[in-house]
Every structure is written in C-alpha cells, then in structure tokens.
C-alpha cells in the first residue's frame, strides 16, 4: 500500500522537471550580432540596469565606408527597448574581419554572447567576419582540417620561456617531410597574432585544400625581444614602443637555430635545402630579413609585408626570394620604396606587391594569402 503512494508523486517530480526543461528551452538565447541580407549588422546586448551603451568596431559605423589607412576605432549609441536590449544597425559594410567591443558607464569589454574573442593590444575584443568575396572567403574554414599545437619553448641562449603556435597541414603525416614557413608578428603582437587576426591557419588550410598552396608546416613564434607580451598579456603597444630598442639586439633572430632545432625533434620539419622560408609583418618583417643575413642560404624566400627596414636589412647574398609588399597609404610606404631601391641598385631580385590602404590587418592578412601561394613549388 505504500509503495502504491509513493508511485504518483514520482511521476509527479518528474513531470514538473521535465515541465521546466522545455518551457527554458523554448526560449533560446538571443543572438549575439545579426548579420542582415544587405550586408548591414545589429550589434545587440542585454542589460536593464545601465543608463548608456556605445558600441566600438573597426569600421564605420554611420556612413557605407571602410576606413584603409589605420584600423580606427568609431563608437555609436547604442538604443534600449522595453526588455532591456541596447541594439545599433551599421549601414551596409564590406566583407571583412572586424573586431569589436562594448563600453558601458565607465568599462569596456568584448561581447558576453560572442565566444569568438581575441586580444587586441592589451585589450580583448569580440570578432565577426562579414564573407562573400573570395579573400574572406578563405578566413573561414569549418571545420578545420589542420592541426593547430601550441607549446612552450626554453631558451638556453635567452634563459626564458617563448610560446611557439604551430599548424600541421591537413592528413599530416610523419611519415612525410614538410617544408617550414615561420611567420612573424609585429611590434604590437605575440605568437596568437597571426593566429587571431591574421587568420593565417584558416587561409592556409583553404589554400591547400584548393591546391593553390603546398602542404607545409606553419610556425607562429613569440618574436618578441624580452617576451614581454607572451608573459604578460596587459602590456600593450606603448610599453612596447618604449622597448623598441631592444628589437635591435636581434635576441629573437639569435635563438632562432635552437628554435628549429627543438621543432624538428617534435614534427617531421624537412631538412631538404630551400624548404625553410620566414615571413612578417612591420617589424616582424625587419625581423625575416635579418635571419635571412644571420643564417646565409638558410631560408629560400623571404616575405616582408609593410616592412620597416633600413640598410642592414638589405640582402647579404642572392640565395633568398623576396616578396616586398605594401600599402599605397601605409605609414612606411617612403621607407619601403626607398629600400627596393637600394635593392635595385644591389641588382638583387625581387617581387613587389603594391595595394591600396595602409598598415593594416586588412592587407596583411591579403599579402599572406598571396605570398604562400608562391611557396615551395620548385621540388
């Protein structure tokens, strides 16, 4: 008689769960940012309690335009509904990558709802990719089919740690060598860079997957001199600035051979001549250019995307390829013309790629699409 009892208020417990399960699941969470058909977008966030919300992205946010020269930050405000949603629609945008935040009273910070966050200085920022031509086609890749490791590396030469990203092609196999592209942030990045806003292994494993690049391994070095931004990820570009001394005694360039060394034990890196080739951006391109004059016949080409160089960058040898590119409205574009010259005069052959815009993501994240497709063909 008592288990008879018992039977109906079980029933009863379970139903009321269940009950509360699918009345939570008929409401699903709002979207973060809404992606129109007209290429516009609604940044959306929820919070009742606050008096004003901006919305800050790296686009223009009032007129059809996409600033080129410098990746500046505009703010709009943001308006509240009756539920406590603060929402701002852009006009139609370009496809690009863009990255944005929130700023509520006195702080700002990346979108709650968007997972999809990267660092950005010393800051973090939400991101979302706006598709449909085919360069930013190549920044998405679901799923990924390369292997992305990151690890720590000790430096006899320096006596402190560096973190090394490294990307595995798609079907990488021991069995296989492959050649070895490293490639180099600037003076504001660390090894995440190229990773987050370059979007280089998603490129690389669309550019593959077309045959329109050799399958390769890509390393993603912390560069920095004194591992300032690897260790502590609050410094940002003025303290950088402040140290850009350091950069001159080429600390990174000079534990480059245990670099290598470390790697080959731990992936199936080709020691074939010609199958080393270094690239970077601003000063990460200065950077290539001294490990191609320190280690003479070591790397088969060179890429130096809005390099800032001067003479003691200019090749030692002919052995490398260089592949020099550049904004027409880049900080350095009299810099970067000034040394083709001297690499004219020197009769040292050369590739230059010219665009639009200035010293920014948008074309380095191009210049690194282009320049892998020129990599390791001649087996």
């Not at 109906?8 to 939570?24: M, T």
């Not at 509520?104 to 979302?128: A, C, E, G, L, Y």
């Not at 600390?251 to 074939?272: G, H, T, V």
């Amino acid at each position: 008689m008592k288990n008879r009892n018992k039977m109906p208020i079980c029933i009863l417990f379970i139903l009321i769960i269940l009950s509360l399960s699918c009345g939570s699941a008929q409401e699903p969470p709002r979207d973060t940012i809404l992606l129109h058909p007209d290429r516009s977008v609604t940044f959306q966030y929820k919070n009742p309690d606050v008096k004003s919300v901006k919305v800050y992205c790296d686009c223009k946010l009032r007129k059809e335009t996409l600033t080129m020269q410098r990746e500046n930050y505009h703010s709009a405000k943001m308006s509240k509904d009756s539920s406590g949603i603060w929402t701002y629609t852009t006009p139609p945008l370009p496809s690009e990558v863009y990255t944005y935040h929130f700023g509520s009273d006195t702080r700002r910070f990346p979108d709650p709802n968007n997972p999809d966050s990267i660092r950005v200085q010393s800051k973090k920022m939400s991101v979302f990719i706006l598709n449909g031509t085919p360069q930013t086609d190549l920044y998405v890749c679901n799923p990924m089919q390369g292997k992305m490791d990151t690890l720590v590396f000790q430096s006899a030469y320096e006596e402190k740690p560096r973190r090394v990203i490294v990307y595995t092609p798609p079907h990488y196999s021991e069995s296989v060598s492959y050649p070895v592209l490293y490639l180099l942030h600037g003076l504001n990045g660390n090894e995440t860079a190229w990773n987050d806003r370059g979007r280089a292994a998603q490129t690389l494993d669309n550019l593959i997957s077309q045959n329109k690049a050799k399958p390769m391994i890509l390393v993603m070095p912390d560069a920095n001199p004194v591992c300032l931004i690897s260790q502590k990820e609050e410094v940002g570009l003025f303290k950088n600035i402040m140290l850009y001394s350091s950069w001159n005694k080429m600390e990174f360039e000079k534990c480059y051979p245990e670099i290598d060394s470390f790697l080959s034990e731990r992936y199936s890196f080709s020691a074939r001549p010609g199958h080393r080739a270094v690239a970077g951006l601003s000063a990460g391109a200065k950077q290539s250019a001294n490990l191609a004059n320190l280690y003479d016949s070591t790397f088969s080409s060179i890429g130096m995307f809005s390099p800032v160089v001067g003479k003691k960058q200019l090749p030692q040898s002919t052995f490398s390829q260089y592949w020099i590119s550049g904004g027409t409205c880049d900080l350095f574009h009299f810099r970067i013309n000034k040394f083709c010259k001297k690499m004219q005069r020197k009769h040292v052959p050369y590739t230059m790629y010219s665009s639009a815009g200035g010293h920014t993501w948008r074309n380095w994240r191009v210049y690194f699409s282009e320049y892998v497709q020129t990599l390791f063909w001649r087996d």
